[in-house]
Every structure is written in C-alpha cells, then in structure tokens.
C-alpha cells in the first residue's frame, strides 16, 4: 500500500480515488452501509445528493443565521426607537416620535438584519466547516491536489471505530477505488 | 415501422431537449486549466495597454476628488436650484448597474437557472466594483469629508443623534450593507476556486497566497454541506437584499415633495432599471473579455441571448414606468406635476413637425416652440431605453454580437440620462419661477465621472488577473458528468447533453 505523510507520525487515515461523481456517489452509499462514521468524499464540486448518500443530516447553519438575524434585528430596534424616541427625540416637520413611528424605521432594521445573517451565514459556514486552518492531512497525499480539478477521493479517518487496515482496505478495493493510500498526519 | 417511430421519437426530443451548458463536451480538466490559465500566464499587451488607460483615468478622478476635497463642493457646477446633479446622478447610475450582479448570483440562483454559473462570478465582481465607485460619490457630495461620520449611527460633536426616520440615513444602511453582503457573497463563491488556484500554483509565493485566501478549503462533502447552505441564505439574503437597496435609494426622491420626483411607483420603477442597465453592463465587459480569453465554449451564444431577453423585459417595464409616470402627473391634476413632465422634460423643437395633425396640432406647435431645456437629455433616454433594446425581440439582434455591444452601449449611455433627467429637469424648475435656473457640469464634474470608468476598468482588469473569472467548480457541477446517476441508464437513449442542464 503507498503512503502519504511521514509514516512515523500518527496515521490520519486510508484514502483513495475513483473515477467519476457517480462512482463517488454509490462507494459513498457502500461505506455509510458499511457503519463508519468518521469518513468523507472530496470532489470538485458539490454532488448532488451526496447528503443522503453519505448518510448525513442537513446542514443547520440556517439555525445560526436566525439566530444572527433576530439579533440583528434587535439591535436595529434598539438603534432606532432609542435615539429617536427616548435619547433624542428628533421632531421633525411636527411628526409624533412615539412607538408608532416604527414604519420609518422598517429600512434600517430590514438592513441590518440582512447584514448579520449574512456575517453568520458566511462566518458560520466556515466555523463548521473548522476553517480556516493552515493545514489539513489529507493534503499530504500528491494525487489530492486533483480534488480541486477532476479528483474524486474518499478517506475513511483512523479514528472510526469501524477502521481496520485490512477490513478497509478490503472494502475500498471491492469498491473499486484506485490509488489506495495511508495518510499520516505530518 | 418501429424505427419510423422511433426516429420520429427523437427528432421530437432533439427539438424539445435545452442546449448544452457547456459546449462542445468539454472535460472538467479542460475547464480548470481554460479558466485558471488566464491567472497563470503572463499579462498579454492589451491588458497592459488596457490597464494603463483605465488607470490614468482612475488618477484624474482621484486628482479631482482631491480638488474638490480641499476646495470645496464649488468646484462643481451644481448650485441653486440644481443642488444635486452629476453627483447623485453617477451614484445612482453605478449602484444601479450593481445589481445586475446580484440578480445573476441569487434570483437566478434561486430560480435554478443553471446558466447563470458562468457568468455570475465576473458579474459579481461588476457589482463590487460598481458599488466601489458609486460609494465614492455620496461620500464626497457631503463637501466637507472630515465631517461624514455624522452619518454614522452614533452622536455628533454636538450630542445630536442622526434623523433615523430620513431616508439618507437609511441609504447609508442600505448601501454599506449591500457592500459587505456582495462582498461575503462573492468570497464564498470564490473560496473553491480559490483552492483550484492553490492546488495549481507552481511558485512558492502564489502557493503561499492563494493558500491563506482558500481558508485550507478541502472540497469534502462534509464542508460542501454546510457551503452549499450558506451560499444558499446568501442569495436568499440578497435578493430582498437588492430589491431594497435601490427602493431606498428611489425613497431619497419620492420622500421628497419636489414635483417628478414625488412619486410612488419609484421603488419598482428604480429596481427594474438599475437590472435592466446592470445586465447591459455585464454584457458590456463580458463580450470583450470572453473574446479576448476565447470562453465561447462556456459563455455561450445563449447566455447572451438569454440576457438580452432580459434586457428587452426589463427595457420594457422601464418604458412601461415612463409612461405612467407620465399618465399619473396628468391623471393627478397637478400642475407642478404636469409641468414637470410636460415642459420640463417632453417638449421638443421636432414636436412643431406635427403641427399639421388635425386635433393636437395647436398644442404640438406650442410645445416645439417653447422646448423644455433639457429635451435632448429626455429624448436620448427615450430612445436609448425604450426604443433601441426592442431591436432585441428580434433573434438576430440577440445573436450578432456586434448588434449586442452597441444596443447594450445604448443602454448604458440611456440609464444614465435617466438617472440624470428624474434628478436635473426636476430640481431646474420647481414651485417659483424666480428661483429657476439651469446646469452646466464643470470640468471637474466631467474629469470625476469619466474617471470613475477608469476606477471600474482598472480594478476589473485587476480582477481578470488574480482570479478566475468564471466560478470553475459551478460549472463543473452543470457538466452532463456531475450528475451523480449519468452513465447508470446507458440503455436507455439518454439526451447526453441535456442530463445535467435538466434539473
């Protein structure tokens, strides 16, 4: 088997590639049928229904961002009705400044709220994601530089209960993967 | 008689099935190296000659904004009545053509149109770099420029709080977040590409570069997730997003009570415009470059097909928003109202040539002989936006791409006499006849606007360099071999082409 990484640091886990996004797709479907748990495919592109084919749940950033959004809200609530009715009432061509002013204020608290669903959205999306980092195992391996081009891996980490040198090495083969490797962690 | 059947079977499904995305079957090796080899190789001489232009250019507006700064708001023409004029003209104009970006990226990615992967990262970068310059001209227009923190949501130097009921202050909301939502948009559109880029550098230095830029981006499914739903939320946060940024943009003229400008059919009005001259735009810089770069494979004859059919949609809603503002100011009986439309923007000198026509011929030669003063600015917007895209129904028009540059040309010249006559021929003459006046741009004006094109080309130029212009692994993902179940139903005859466009 060839290895990646300096084999006297710890073993990240065993890699390999496939040929398309569909073959991805079905050896996804084998390996989550298979029990592991702590395992991914790389591909250059989002595939659809890969979800489901690995097994995994929908993402919940859009829990995040509702959270980012009311608290945007919020502050624009606060932004506004405090200032303009409480600190400052600002009369302005004989208006009332009461809390039944609050369409003009509807812009404001639109944008705002806008503004830090996006920040959780996107900031959030890479806080799952554990990025950014500098490195990541897997990157010692010379054939993954392809996963940003034509590549399709899957690697099944070291740390999955299910993970045996030989069983997984075994099941990767009859799936047909090429390129089976050990990747180390440095 | 089966294979009778049969044949007809698929001349019929050949007539119904959608072009390809991506032509000619290309490879998704052939699309990272075709997209990402314009970062890699050396700079070609246009694009030397081309960025040395736009930024000398960028230089006069940037040598004139400093005039202005440490001058003062006189060195413009604008003055009583005509307080705001190419100012506020160019900032509309720009933020405008912004939007076209954002439509691209999220409406269109909302409503599953898959052709817009190829051109939605170079039209996002258009928005960036438009809004880059309309933000320029708010900010100056304020005279004195050490002040405008004023517009920031905390107490002045005088303990007074920001009117939060105006809409310039919602505007300064509107806008600043548009900027930063379009640019965590576009980053997060960029990042895997970003990665291509790292995975292909051959320097230590760009290594090192686009390594930092791409977060560690390791395309797995399990980050793919959660990216695909936050680009997701982006462009459900952007769409309502745009729509508002140039409503409220529209609420700075329609909160007012000055006539022609006191209306409320601005918002959608506004919105369809600024699309409508966004996608000219886009058109506008994207035939060069897609020339230039030979991406004919990837943008193909139909996307540009496809945006001058949204440019004939939007042109007409445009047109259709002139003529009932018009209906609505003589359908009101106001008559500052009618005035405005009538004798300050429509009479024109060739109105007289239909003196003849039996019932409106008194009125017509009365209307050529007292012209408005700025007919020639309404007319051109007339033809420029209502009339010269209508060439688009036509599929000629929309498949030469000579005929699409200057129609789209004309659009971009007619939104900013849009712009430019709701804002001039209204605040010229309003209420009192005494305080009538006219505006004459100065040099500075002029040297400002045309500087701005320079700004816009520089930065794009700049952009076409250091990053793939067209989002690679999108349109990987509307190749035929995306889909994750081509090539399982091979007995069946697959449209191979259409499998991955079809959903």
């Given at each position: 088997m060839q290895r990646a990484g300096n084999?006297?640091?710890p073993l990240f886990g065993m890699a390999a590639e496939v040929p398309s996004a569909s073959a991805l797709y079905h050896a996804a479907e084998k390996v989550r049928d298979a029990g592991y748990t702590r395992w991914d495919v790389y591909s250059p592109f989002p595939i659809h229904g890969m979800d489901h084919a690995m097994g995994v749940k929908k993402s919940w950033l859009s829990a995040l961002v509702f959270i980012g959004g009311i608290t945007g809200l919020t502050i624009a609530a606060a932004l506004t009705f405090y200032?303009?009715?409480?600190e400052y009432p600002l009369i302005v061509a004989g208006k009332p400044t009461n809390f039944f002013t609050v369409p003009a204020f509807f812009p404001i608290m639109f944008e705002l709220t806008v503004l830090l669903s996006a920040f959780t959205a996107t900031f959030g999306m890479l806080a799952l994601n554990g990025?950014?980092?500098?490195?990541?195992?897997?990157?010692?391996?010379?054939?993954?530089?392809r996963v940003s081009d034509d590549g399709f891996f899957l690697a099944i980490e070291a740390?999955?209960?299910?993970?045996d040198e030989e069983a997984t090495r075994a099941m990767l083969e009859g799936l047909g993967a090429k390129h089976i490797t050990l990747v180390y962690e440095d | 008689m089966a294979d009778a059947i049969m044949q007809n079977r698929e001349a019929a499904e050949q007539r119904i099935t959608r072009a390809p995305?991506?032509?000619?079957?290309?490879s998704m090796a052939w699309i990272t190296d075709h997209v990402a080899s314009v970062t890699e190789k050396k700079a070609p001489v246009w694009w030397w000659v081309l960025f040395t232009i736009s930024s000398a250019l960028a230089v006069c507006s940037v040598l004139c904004i400093g005039y202005l700064i440490s001058?003062?708001?006189?060195?413009?023409?604008?003055?009583?009545?005509?307080?705001?004029?190419?100012d506020i003209t160019n900032f509309v104009f720009w933020i405008g053509i912004g939007h076209a970006g954002t439509l691209i990226s999220a409406i269109l990615f909302l409503t599953r149109q898959k052709w817009r992967t190829s051109i939605n990262r170079a039209a996002e970068a258009m928005t960036l770099f438009a809004v880059v310059c309309a933000g320029i001209f708010p900010l100056i227009h304020v005279?004195?420029?050490?002040?405008?923190?004023?517009?920031?949501p905390v107490p002045n130097s005088n303990a007074i709080w920001q009117n939060f009921r105006s809409p310039l202050l919602w505007d300064v909301f509107a806008v600043s977040t548009y900027f930063t939502v379009s640019i965590l948009f576009w980053y997060t559109g960029l990042v895997p590409d970003l990665a291509t880029l790292r995975d292909r550098a051959k320097t230590k230095l760009r290594k090192f570069i686009y390594g930092i830029a791409a977060l560690?981006?390791?395309?797995g499914n399990r980050q793919w997730r959660h990216y695909e739903m936050a680009y997701l939320i982006l462009a459900g946060l952007s769409t309502p997003l745009v729509l508002s940024v140039h409503s409220v943009v529209s609420f700075d003229f329609a909160t007012s009570v000055i006539p022609g400008w006191?209306?409320?059919?601005f918002p959608p009005y506004f919105v369809a415009g600024a699309i409508f001259g966004g996608f000219a735009m886009v058109l506008t810089i994207m035939l060069p470059a897609r020339a230039i770069f030979g991406l004919h494979d990837l943008i193909t004859d139909d996307h540009v097909d496809k945006m001058c059919k949204i440019i004939v949609l939007t042109g007409s809603i445009v047109g259709y928003a002139y003529a009932m503002e018009f209906f609505i100011a003589w359908y009101s009986g106001n008559p500052y109202e009618r005035y405005v439309f009538v004798?300050?923007?429509?009479?024109?000198?060739?109105?007289?040539?239909?003196?003849?026509?039996?019932?409106?011929g008194p009125e017509m030669a009365a209307l050529g002989a007292n012209p408005a003063p700025y007919w020639w600015a309404y007319w051109s917007m007339i033809f420029c936006?209502?009339?010269?895209?209508?060439?688009?129904?036509?599929r000629y028009f929309r498949r030469h791409v000579i005929w699409v540059f200057i129609i789209c040309n004309f659009v971009n010249a007619g939104m900013w006499f849009e712009r430019f006559v709701i804002i001039v021929t209204s605040l010229h003459?309003?209420?009192?006849p005494s305080s009538w006046g006219m505006f004459y741009p100065t040099w500075v004006d002029i040297w400002t606007f045309t500087g701005t094109f320079g700004i816009f080309l520089a930065l794009f130029l700049l952009f076409i360099r250091w990053l793939p212009m067209i989002c690679i692994f999108e349109v990987k993902a509307v190749?035929?071999?995306?889909?994750?179940?081509?090539?399982?139903?091979?007995?069946?005859?697959?449209?191979?082409?259409?499998k991955g466009a079809a959903h």
């Open positions: 084999p006297d640091s200032p303009s009715s409480i990025l950014p980092r500098w490195n990541h195992p897997i990157f010692n391996w010379n054939r993954f530089d740390t999955d209960p299910e993970f | 995305l991506v032509t000619n079957n290309r001058t003062g708001v006189g060195v413009w023409g604008l003055n009583h009545p005509v307080g705001w004029a190419w005279g004195r420029i050490w002040m405008v923190w004023f517009l920031a560690g981006w390791r395309g006191h209306t409320t059919i004798h300050n923007r429509l009479a024109a000198p060739f109105m007289s040539w239909f003196s003849w026509v039996p019932g409106i936006n209502v009339v010269a895209p209508q060439l688009f129904w036509s003459r309003d209420f009192l190749l035929p071999e995306a889909d994750p179940h081509h090539g399982h139903d091979d007995h069946h005859r697959e449209p191979v082409a259409v």
